[in-house]
């Protein structure tokens, strides 16, 4: 069993940069495809982006318009989420995942382990 904890999420002011982290425990999960997904207040969980199990290739959702960047260090079991120039509209509630499989999905229900969240707020 894998547990996946988020952190770095926060209160910030637009145009700041935050870097969201997941540290998985339980087992490795230097073989797992990992993705974030963020659900903005109101709306429906989405992916954000994902990364296959070697680092090397990865997918971003067009409308995160190249100011995230994902990317894993399985020397630490750990994924990361960067964000740049945050906006107001990217309020909200990012989970990290982890699949079985070491080539990412874009769908939420390919995803077998899931954390509990990190709240990012970005004020005006």
């Known amino acids: 069993q894998v547990q996946l904890v988020e952190s770095g999420g926060g209160l910030v002011q637009a145009g700041a940069s935050l870097r969201l982290s997941c540290g998985a425990s339980g087992r490795t999960v230097s073989s797992d495809a990992m993705a974030w997904f963020g659900q903005a207040p109101g709306k429906v969980r989405d992916l954000v982006a994902a990364i296959d199990w070697t680092g090397s290739t990865t997918h971003y959702e067009d409308a995160v318009e190249c100011r995230f960047t994902i990317s894993r260090d399985n020397a630490k079991n750990t994924a990361y989420l960067q964000i740049t120039s945050l906006k107001p509209q990217d309020t909200a509630v990012y989970y990290c995942?982890?699949?079985?499989?070491?080539?990412?999905?874009?769908?939420?229900?390919?995803?077998?382990?899931w954390g509990q969240g990190t709240q990012v707020t970005v004020s005006s």
């Open positions: 995942a982890a699949s079985h499989t070491d080539y990412y999905s874009l769908s939420q229900y390919n995803y077998d382990y």
